[in-house]
């Protein structure tokens, strides 16, 4: 544990995943939004081939939210959730993601201001074949100058319950296995925000379910505002708020019904 160097790190590397979502750290009252998107537009391509994905998007998320973005397919789930990470360049508007002013920012400023602060788990796991499960998840920290990478990395892969698979390759790994070593590496760093993009599309309902188990549980710990993309009701409805999304806009914003939130 002298790994652990900030009180964030502390709460995601000691926390038991299985434990039930804490009050403190779950509230939308620690506020202060982390997202603020004020017609947030975004297009693609030139002249006759210009396709207008995001349409206007006012949206407002408070620290340590759940918030589900649910659509049918083309609706520009993944797109928003792409500009929301900084992964794609917003086209115009007004974003401030974790206290940065996303529309003055380069692509290699964006990339600048993912690190550490946001987390991404995508539907396709994206770990590198030649690194074993610990490396996948001490590569970036060491990248980002951490001296004690490799402790950290251990306790994140310990809390989604692959300690005894440390010096696994992927392909020695199932891909519930692969999902859970890909959210051991989007948490390590102690991000403000986890994005996930139908982080259980690739995997078989038993091993879906133990997965989005352990993404509400390690974002919780950390204290993180979790935003997932997903086109499943259920899944989104174990969300404190689900945003709507066709054709480009946001059609509602709610709590899910039945819920005590
Ligand atoms: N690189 C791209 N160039 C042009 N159109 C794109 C590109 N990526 C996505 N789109 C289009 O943008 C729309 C929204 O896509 P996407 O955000 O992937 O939707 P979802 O995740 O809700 O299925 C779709 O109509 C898709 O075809
Ligand atoms: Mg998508």
Excluded: W
């Excluded at 974003?95 to 964006?110: C, K, N, T």
């Excluded at 999902?179 to 078989?204: K, M």
């Excluded at 708020?241 to 709610?254: C, E, F, N, T």
């Amino acid at each position: 544990m002298q790994a652990a160097t900030n009180l964030g790190m502390v709460a995601a590397v000691t926390s038991d995943p299985k434990a039930p979502p804490s009050p403190i750290l779950s509230g939308p009252f620690l506020s202060g939004p982390v997202i603020l998107a004020k017609g947030l537009t975004l297009a693609l391509g030139e002249g006759e081939a210009r396709v207008e994905i995001l349409r206007g998007i006012d949206l407002q998320i408070g620290a340590g939210e759940t918030v589900a973005l649910l659509g049918p397919s083309g609706s520009g789930k993944s797109s928003l959730l792409a500009v929301l990470s900084g992964l794609e360049r917003m086209s115009g508007g007004t974003l401030l993601v974790a206290g940065q002013d996303f529309a003055q920012l380069s692509e290699d400023g964006l990339a600048a201001a993912r690190r550490g602060r946001i987390g991404i788990v995508l539907q396709a796991f994206h770990l590198l074949p030649t690194m074993t499960a610990l490396e996948n998840v001490a590569t970036p920290l060491e990248l980002a100058g951490a001296d004690d990478a490799m402790d950290i990395a251990r306790a994140q892969l310990e809390a989604v319950g692959l300690g005894h698979r440390l010096d696994h390759y992927p392909t020695q790994l199932s891909g519930g296995e692969q999902q859970r070593v890909a959210i051991a590496r989007a948490l390590a760093p102690a991000p403000r925000i986890l994005f996930a993009d139908e982080p259980t599309g690739n995997l078989d309902a038993a091993n879906g379910a133990a997965v989005a188990d352990l993404l509400f549980a390690r974002a919780d710990a950390a204290g993180a505002t979790l935003v997932m993309v997903t086109h499943d009701e259920d899944l989104a409805h174990r969300c404190q708020r689900i945003v709507r999304l066709a054709d480009g806009h946001i059609v509602s914003d709610d709590a899910p019904s039945g819920s005590a939130a």
